[in-house]
Each structure stands twice: as structure tokens, then as C-alpha cells.
T-cell receptor, first 116, second 110 residues
Framework: NAGVTQTPKFRVLKTGQSMTLLCAQD?????MYWYRQDPGMGLRLIHY???????AKGEVPDGYNVSRLKKQNFLLGLESAAPSQTSVYFC???????????????FGPGTRLTVT | DQQVKQNSPSLSVQEGRISILNCDYT??????FLWYKKYPAEGPTFLIS?????DKNEDGRFTVFLNKSAKHLSLHIVPSQPGDSAVYFC?????????FGQGTRLTINP
């Protein structure tokens, strides 16, 4: 059981380049999330998904797109990278809270992205 | 507009003593609160949580207290151990999402 995995672990991009970050989970979770972590800012939600084929905007969605074509995968795309997108990106997932209300999210190890 | 705030960026505690990490929130609609622990170069890991209908939850050395009237929660670690040195994030749940604080770096000194 690998939990939540992220690919790649590190990446350096030039301004204007594009890339896709892949998140995969093997826990059959319904909900998946993409966050970015910046010094002094905590974790900020970029986009999230409450099920296969659904996506929604979070707190800081500009400059990013996402897709959830399969339940186990959640992709984060940067179409034209900017230096302001230099950050550590974390993916997370959790099961549908259901009637007992379980809200614990499981996180991947992160992707460190530098845009020069 | 920071809905969840951890006003102490860092905290240093002697091994064996109690560590108290604090968190304040502004949105009274939050109904569930969590604490996460993060080591360098790793993702955050869940530590302990509390529902808004409770005022205390305990799990071994970790206890979370919730004061709804003050919109304040705290994490107590006792006794503190060297392995507790990490960044701690509090989070609050609202509308299918978690809102995180900025984090507090806890250092346990021998």
C-alpha cells in the first residue's frame, strides 16, 4: 500500500514552460486535493476534486489547471510557468467523510518546483 | 484574510517538558479541527483531531483542546521528546475543504 505518491519529486522550469504534476493514491479515496506550501504561508489549496470527473477551485487557482479522469489520479498542470509558482506542491486525499465525519487527509511527499 | 492563524512561527521546549502550540480561527462555521506534523522533505502527517461538539481529545502524549467561544484551539504534548521536533500545522474544516494555519516550528532541546 503506497498511499499517496507524487511524480516528479523535483523539477526546474524556465519561465513560460509547461508541465504536469501527477498524484496517485491507492486507498480508493473519493476526494483529492492539490496544495502549495510557501514560507510563512502554510498550505494553500489550489484545486480539489470530490470524485472522478469533478474538479473545483480552491484558494489560489490562477495559473493552474487540474484533471481527474481516473479516481486514483489527480493531475496538476502549469500551462505557462512563472517564478511566482516556485513552491513545494503537495497532493492529498481522503475518503468521503460519510455519516461518521472522517476528514483526515493523507498527503504525498511533495514536489519541489523551481521556476527561473 | 487568514481564517486560521498560528501566531507563533517557532517554539523551543526542553525535553520532558510540556509543549503547547496554539491556533486561532475566525470562521464560526468550521466544524472539525485537525493537527498535522511535518518533517523536512516529507508530506504532513495527521496527528490528532477534534470535532466542534467536543472540547478535548486525547491520544497518548497528545491532547487537543477546543475553546469555541474564543475560537481557539491548542495542542499539548507531554512529555516532549526529541522526535517531536517538526513543523506543526493546525487545520479547520469547512465546506469539504481544510484551511491550514501558517505552521509553528517546534524544537525540543535535550
Amino acid at each position: 500500500n503506497a498511499g499517496v505518491t507524487q511524480t516528479p519529486k523535483f523539477r526546474v522550469l524556465k519561465t513560460g514552460q509547461s508541465m504536469t504534476l501527477l498524484c496517485a493514491q491507492d486507498m480508493n479515496h473519493e476526494y483529492m486535493y492539490w496544495y502549495r506550501q510557501d514560507p510563512g504561508m502554510g498550505l494553500r489549496l489550489i484545486h480539489y476534486s470530490v470524485g472522478e470527473g469533478t474538479t473545483a477551485k480552491g484558494e489560489v487557482p490562477d495559473g493552474y489547471n487540474v484533471s481527474r479522469l481516473k479516481k486514483q489520479n489527480f493531475l496538476l498542470g502549469l500551462e505557462s510557468a512563472a517564478p511566482s509558482q516556485t513552491s513545494v506542491y503537495f497532493c492529498a486525499s481522503n475518503q468521503n467523510p460519510g455519516p461518521i465525519g472522517v476528514y483526515e487527509q493523507y498527503f504525498g511527499p511533495g514536489t519541489r518546483l523551481t521556476v527561473t | 484574510d487568514q481564517q486560521v492563524k498560528q501566531n507563533s512561527p517557532s517554539l523551543s521546549v526542553q525535553e520532558g517538558r510540556i509543549s503547547i502550540l496554539n491556533c486561532d480561527y475566525t470562521n464560526s462555521m468550521f466544524d472539525y479541527f485537525l493537527w498535522y506534523k511535518k518533517y523536512p522533505a516529507e508530506g504532513p502527517t495527521f496527528l490528532i483531531s477534534i470535532s466542534s461538539i467536543k472540547d478535548k481529545n486525547e491520544d497518548g502524549r497528545f491532547t487537543v483542546f477546543l475553546n469555541k467561544s474564543a475560537k481557539h484551539l491548542s495542542l499539548h504534548i507531554v512529555p516532549s521528546q526529541p522526535g517531536d521536533s517538526a513543523v506543526y500545522f493546525c487545520a479547520a474544516r469547512g465546506a469539504q475543504k481544510l484551511v491550514f494555519g501558517q505552521g509553528t516550528r517546534l524544537t525540543i532541546n535535550p
